[in-house]
């Protein structure tokens, strides 16, 4: 048991490493059964009901002997059924199960043992979930002799960190999939977005973003992973802006970009341990929007109506604000006066509970997504 207690904490370091790396379970198999002088040791996702296996990972197993096992002699399986009613996290070993004499006589141990130069085997089953169970076996040569109290003792004493790890890497995948989601969506935004801190690093971008520093349109590009740009002026000016958002001076600051006429709404955010959250916070967490009246913010007109009362005329004009334009450029394009524009965003900002242009910009951009129309 000395061995057995001295590799444990080794390999328990190694089994938590396939919480973010999955393809490296036949490393950990290789290790574990090499601890129970073993050459042969598998992972398996089965059904607890039907003779179904769902997922395999072995090491040691001859493939075509892994592969009749799954299709074909799993149904036959002595150990199945026990393992699968058993207490989780309980190990049994083959000789607990059946006799050494029946089972040199069965067509399991003739079809997938025997070939594969095993006789003894212990395993548990560490998972259920959702009428799925999983396994994890080793198995060795008769000659070796069964397994022992011991060995089963400590492989007992790994079943709650595979169980752990397992629900870990579920919880991983589940947070991978959310944050591709989110990728997805910032992604079809028609205007960049950056999430920065006060010293301008850049910490994710969605692809217009991408797209805008890799072919310098707007005079922007990034450095040494940092926002930067192309005149000392403008970068003067970035950098000060920043500044007064992360000095709490601000809570929202518009930039205009000379050389094409779009800019730069940038507004405070924060992350807490209640999840993501906007609003004033000693924090440097920023978001930064490109917007550019080239490209248009196609703002959904009917959701838009629904939340804020917006009429046909107000929804023109907001939809030209979200685009980066000021409202004398909006009254301009829109041929109506400034003096009408000016009351129009004076009756959108009273609608939508604001009491200033920029926090406008920024209650519109954070939820611009949810207003694009549902056929962009």
């Known amino acids: 048991m000395k061995d057995l207690a001295s590799a444990a904490p ?23 059964a090499a601890l129970f002088h073993s050459d042969t040791a598998a992972l398996r996702v089965t059904d607890l ?12 197993f001859h493939q075509h002997i892994n592969q009749r096992y799954e299709t074909e002699s799993v149904v036959i399986d002595p150990f199945r059924d026990p393992i699968s009613t058993s207490p989780l996290g309980k190990v049994l070993d083959s000789t607990s199960i059946i006799k050494d004499r029946d089972f040199e006589r069965s067509e399991h141990y003739q079809t997938v043992f025997r070939p594969n130069g095993n006789f003894y085997a212990m395993g548990t089953q560490f998972e259920r979930d959702g ?17 022992s109290p011991n060995e089963i003792n400590a492989l007992e004493m790994f079943s709650p960190h595979l169980r752990r790890v397992t629900q870990l890497s579920r919880l ?29 690093r850049v910490q994710w971008t969605n692809a217009a973003a991408e797209e805008a520093l890799s072919t310098h349109t707007y005079g922007l590009d990034l450095r040494a992973g940092r926002l930067r740009a192309e005149t000392t002026t ?25 050389k094409t006429g779009a800019c730069l709404v940038i507004t405070q955010c924060r992350t807490s341990g209640t999840g993501f959250h906007v609003g004033r916070d000693q924090g440097s967490s920023l978001l930064c929007f490109l917007l550019d009246s080239t490209r248009p ?16 005329a107000e929804y023109r004009l907001t939809c030209l604000l979200v685009g980066g334009l000021d409202v004398s450029e909006a009254s301009a394009l829109l041929q109506i006066s400034p003096h009408t524009g000016r009351t129009q965003l004076k009756s959108i900002m009273h609608k939508a509970g604001v009491s200033r242009q920029s926090a406008l910009h920024r209650k519109l951009l954070l939820c611009s997504d949810m207003l694009r129309r549902p056929d962009e």
Request: with cysteine; aromatic share 8%; glycine share 8%.
């Open 10 to 32: 080794t390999l328990l370091n190694d089994l938590y490493e396939r919480t973010t790396d999955q393809t490296g379970w036949p490393v950990f198999l290789g290790k574990l």
């Open 49 to 60: 009901r039907d003779p179904v296996v769902y997922h395999s990972c072995t090491i040691g």
């Open 131 to 147: 009428g799925r169970g999983m396994h994890i076996g080793v198995h060795r040569p008769r000659h070796l002799g069964g397994f």
């Open 172 to 200: 991983m995948a589940d947070l991978n999939q959310a944050l591709a989601q989110a990728n997805q969506a910032l992604d079809q935004l028609p205007f960049g977005v950056w999430h920065i801190d006060g010293s301008l």
């Open 234 to 258: 403008l970068f003067e000016a970035l950098r000060a802006t920043a500044h007064k958002l992360t000095e709490n001076q601000s809570l929202t600051e518009t930039l205009k970009l000379d």
């Open 297 to 312: 913010a196609n703002l959904d007109q009917k959701h838009l109506s629904t939340l804020y009362k917006l009429t046909p």
